[in-house]
């Protein structure tokens, strides 16, 4: 039995909960749910060569708290106009391990968003719009900087992807009391509950832990998105609230990102807990390309505790991250409204208090492998 194998088998049972490498999506702050392209959890690569781990994560969040800055806008929910959402989706991966520290995945996402608002159903009644199906596709690859056979209690992995438009960027749905002479209208979807973005993008990430006392490891993981494109053409009506809102017309195709930071502490030779802090959202500004069209920045960070059961090749993980700061700062269109109109702007976005996230995987090693006794006896002591 290879040294290496029994590592990896090892380090499954120590930190399966390294963390769901995931944008958590909160509300209307980021367009669409999203997560790295190289597998959602550490266990996921830690892979010997030809294993495959195969594997679903589901979120779930409802956003409904205003903020614009960092202020909460608690009028919006004693006078009921906020706006809700519900947000459900699966990711659906699979990972192959290339060799030692080489792995790539694929993950298939799917979402079912409904939106609830008065504002845009001509602020008379409160009316849901809906959006299901595919969203955007991500491949990727992922390699170990060390050898896990020389480098028993710490390693880092660098990740590079490839995020495809398949999901829907111009999703409809009836909106009432809008249309010609106050009736519904067909029209796109809000941008957060819009399965996908309509741009080819390109993720960066990354995964560390490090052995820092019997049982606990300290772990490190993100990713950033860069989403070249600037706008993918949907119209978002919002020119028709207001004519100074005619630079959001259409929705851009911003950057996201994610980046989570923690302690995993073993239990027992099956159970792991973790409890770290994550950082996440949709920036200002895009690293390449220009900052066109109507979005909505903001960022969020979270307390994220988990627990995780694993044994064999089979693994289940929960976390529930909960929101202590959330922000909506000024965008390029605010500021661009702000000047030519000379009156402050800044839009608010709505955010939610809590995510729920479980995952479960299982993986299909090509040789039938057996843990070193001495290397599980080490952490269970």
């Given at each position: 039995?290879?040294?290496?194998?029994?590592?990896?088998?090892?380090?499954?049972?120590?930190?399966?909960?390294?963390?769901?490498?995931?944008?958590?999506?909160?509300?209307?702050?980021?367009?669409?749910?999203?997560?790295?392209?190289?597998?959602?959890?550490?266990?996921?690569?830690?892979?010997?060569?030809?294993?495959?781990?195969?594997?679903?994560?589901?979120?779930?969040?409802?956003?409904?708290?205003?903020?614009?800055?960092?202020?909460?806008?608690?009028?919006?929910?004693?006078?009921?106009?906020?706006?809700?959402?519900?947000?459900?989706?699966?990711?659906?991966?699979?990972?192959?391990?290339?060799?030692?520290?080489?792995?790539?995945?694929?993950?298939?996402?799917?979402?079912?968003?409904?939106?609830?608002?008065?504002?845009?159903?001509?602020?008379?009644?409160?009316?849901?719009?809906?959006?299901?199906?595919?969203?955007?596709?991500?491949?990727?690859?992922?390699?170990?900087?060390?050898?896990?056979?020389?480098?028993?209690?710490?390693?880092?992995?660098?990740?590079?992807?490839?995020?495809?438009?398949?999901?829907?960027?111009?999703?409809?749905?009836?909106?009432?009391?809008?249309?010609?002479?106050?009736?519904?209208?067909?029209?796109?979807?809000?941008?957060?509950?819009?399965?996908?973005?309509?741009?080819?993008?390109?993720?960066?990430?990354?995964?560390?832990?490090?052995?820092?006392?019997?049982?606990?490891?300290?772990?490190?993981?993100?990713?950033?998105?860069?989403?070249?494109?600037?706008?993918?053409?949907?119209?978002?009506?919002?020119?028709?609230?207001?004519?100074i809102l005619q630079n959001e017309a259409i929705m851009a195709v911003p950057d996201q990102f994610s980046f989570r930071a923690?302690?995993?502490?073993?239990?027992?030779?099956?159970?792991?807990?973790?409890?770290?802090?994550?950082?996440?959202?949709?920036?200002?500004?895009?690293?390449?390309?220009?900052?066109?069209?109507f979005r909505r920045p903001g960022n969020v960070l979270s307390i994220d505790p988990g627990i995780a059961f694993m044994k064999?090749?089979?693994?289940?993980?929960?976390?529930?991250?909960?929101?202590?700061?959330?922000?909506?700062?000024?965008?390029?269109?605010?500021?661009?409204t702000q000047q030519i109109t000379g009156e402050p702007r800044q839009g608010d976005a709505a955010f939610a208090d809590y995510?729920?996230?479980?995952?479960?995987?299982?993986?299909?090693?090509?040789?039938?492998?057996?843990?070193?006794?001495?290397?599980?006896?080490?952490?269970?002591?």
């Amino acid at each position: 039995m290879r040294t290496s194998q029994s590592l990896t088998i090892t380090f499954l049972g120590l930190i399966s909960f390294f963390g769901i490498n995931q944008a958590s999506a909160q509300g209307c702050v980021a367009i669409r749910h999203f997560s790295s392209c190289v597998g959602n959890t550490l266990e996921n690569n830690l892979l010997g060569p030809g294993d495959i781990q195969i594997g679903s994560n589901y979120r779930y969040f409802k956003s409904f708290r205003h903020f614009r800055g960092t202020e909460e806008e608690p009028d919006r929910v004693s006078n009921d106009t906020e706006v809700i959402n519900h947000s459900h989706s699966w990711d659906f991966f699979l990972t192959y391990g290339i060799s030692d520290r080489w792995y790539a995945s694929i993950t298939i996402p799917t979402v079912i968003n409904t939106r609830s608002s008065l504002y845009e159903h001509g602020r008379d009644e409160r009316n849901t719009t809906f959006s299901r199906g595919l969203a955007d596709v991500r491949v990727g690859v992922g390699y170990w900087l060390f050898d896990l056979e020389k480098h028993q209690n710490g390693n880092l992995a660098l990740g590079l992807g490839l995020k495809i438009p398949t999901g829907s960027y111009n999703a409809s749905d009836i909106f009432y009391n809008v249309g010609p002479e106050g009736g519904p209208q067909t029209r796109p979807v809000d941008q957060s509950i819009q399965p996908g973005d309509g741009g080819f993008g390109i993720t960066l990430d990354f995964q560390l832990y490090q052995k820092i006392a019997e049982r606990f490891f300290a772990y490190s993981g993100g990713f950033y998105l860069i989403n070249p494109r600037e706008t993918n053409g949907t119209r978002t009506f919002r020119e028709t609230l207001s004519p100074i809102l005619q630079n959001e017309a259409i929705m851009a195709v911003p950057d996201q990102f994610s980046f989570r930071a923690g302690v995993s502490h073993s239990l027992s030779s099956t159970i792991s807990a973790s409890l770290g802090a994550s950082y996440e959202g949709v920036p200002v500004k895009d690293l390449v390309g220009g900052n066109e069209g109507f979005r909505r920045p903001g960022n969020v960070l979270s307390i994220d505790p988990g627990i995780a059961f694993m044994k064999d090749n089979f693994s289940l993980n929960l976390n529930v991250p909960f929101a202590v700061r959330r922000e909506r700062p000024q965008s390029v269109t605010d500021l661009e409204t702000q000047q030519i109109t000379g009156e402050p702007r800044q839009g608010d976005a709505a955010f939610a208090d809590y995510l729920i996230n479980v995952g479960v995987s299982y993986r299909f090693p090509r040789n039938k492998v057996k843990v070193n006794p001495e290397l599980m006896n080490e952490f269970k002591n």
